[in-house]
């Protein structure tokens, strides 16, 4: 038996504090295009279950038609059965634990209770926030059978917590062979006990800088006369998010500033998200322009934005002596009561003024 564990696909989700209007539209609707992909690959991979752990949409932002896609696609494949348990974005209507809609009945909700499914010989369990000893306890699956349940939610590990989140210990020696997380965007997997494990599928596509790595879901094969699961993660996502912390102490020029950042950005495809941050120590003469760089690699990948962190290479007693113009300059800044930081902003701008640059504003 084939299943699907995915979790945080965050539909309608807005995407506009990095990405243009028009980027964050295209981005939204290629949220919607995974999500079938993925259900498509499941179907073409002869699936019986699609287990959403959780955010499937993002909130008050999801729009009604979004949400009716959903439910026409879940009913264009009746042979997979989906359970679908909501995370803390998509609760009420903007999930499906409304009775307003008629819902296909190859949909499954879980409740605020521990509900099981049987799918042949696997038992398919889901509890919105388990939040006290009690819920956890009611938590009784048949050690006979293979036992997968849903949740969402930070793990944790304690004897006597009991609140939002997913207590682990709680959760072992229960008789679990898999334990299909939502909640955390990164793919991982641990151990639970000696008998299961613990997985969070992570989110199917990268929506900003927080969410860089390969993004995807998890494939389930159950053997049943064994009583084994495997996994394998997959990735379909369109675009990734990357971060490259770039030093450029050794940059002397705006040409080899650009060379080294572009070197450094060499992993990503064009159709990705690329965030450089510009480290390293730096003489206050060197002239590291952000601005361009960012301008080039906008011209290569599909987003681009550029931080320059630097620092700047400098000591007060390398001006003491300096009868110049800039000594003046520099040994004033150093002595006035102002944060370090600024104090570095303040040189590093005036001295390529006073080299007759332009230059922007603090």
């Known amino acids: 038996m084939k299943l699907l564990h995915c979790a945080d696909i965050h539909l309608d989700s807005v995407m506009e504090s990095n990405l243009s209007p028009e980027q964050a539209k295209e981005r939204k609707r290629e949220l919607l295009l995974g999500f079938a992909d993925m259900v498509r690959y499941g179907a073409e991979h002869d699936v019986q279950a699609v287990l959403i752990a ?15 896609y959903v439910l026409d696609l879940m009913a264009q494949y009746p042979q997979i059965a989906f ?30 209770t521990w509900q099981e499914y049987k799918l042949g010989s696997v038992s398919i369990w889901g509890c919105v926030d388990p939040a006290s000893r009690e819920s956890y306890e009611a938590l009784v699956p048949d050690p006979e059978r293979i036992n997968i349940a849903v949740l969402h939610g930070q793990v944790y590990e304690s004897d006597t917590r009991f609140d939002a989140g997913v207590n682990l210990r709680a ?14 965007h990164s793919y991982s997997i641990d151990r639970l006990d000696a008998r ?27 053997d049943e ?12 996502a369109r675009r990734a998010c990357h971060c490259f912390a770039v030093d450029v102490s050794a940059c002397d020029s705006l040409l080899c500033l650009e060379q080294t950042v572009l070197d450094a950005c060499a992993a990503a495809a064009p ?7 510009l480290v390293g120590f730096v003489a206050p003469e060197t002239c590291h322009d952000a601005a361009y760089v960012t301008r080039v690699l906008s011209e290569r990948f599909y987003f681009a934005k550029v931080y320059d962190k630097t620092k700047l290479s400098i000591r007060a007693e390398d001006y003491c002596n ?36 332009e230059v922007d504003a603090l």
């Not at 609760?91 to 008629?102: C, I, L, N, S």
């Not at 299961?196 to 159950?222: H, N, Q, T, W």
């Not at 040994?331 to 303040?346: C, F, G, I, P």
């Open 271 to 277: 159709s990705d998200l690329v965030k450089a941050e």
């Open 196 to 222: 299961g494990i613990y997985c969070y599928a992570g989110c199917p596509e990268g929506r900003g800088f927080d969410e860089c790595g390969s993004k995807g879901f998890v494939m389930l094969d159950v």
């Open 225 to 236: 006369e064994q009583k084994k699961i495997s996994t394998q993660f997959v990735s379909l």
């Open 322 to 357: 300096d009868i110049s113009l800039k000594g003046e300059f520099v040994r004033l800044v150093l002595a006035a009561k102002l944060d370090e930081d600024l104090k570095m902003q303040v040189i590093q701008k005036g001295i390529r003024a006073l080299g007759g640059e």
């Open 171 to 184: 959760l072992a020696n229960r008789s679990l062979d898999y334990l299909a997380l939502g909640h955390i």
């Open 83 to 112: 359970y679908y348990l909501s995370g803390n974005h998509d609760e009420g209507e903007v999930g499906f634990t409304d009775t307003k809609t008629p819902l296909p009945e190859n949909l499954h909700v879980f409740s605020d």
């Open 54 to 68: 959780g955010d499937l949409f993002d909130g008050a932002s999801c729009a009604k038609r979004t949400r009716s």
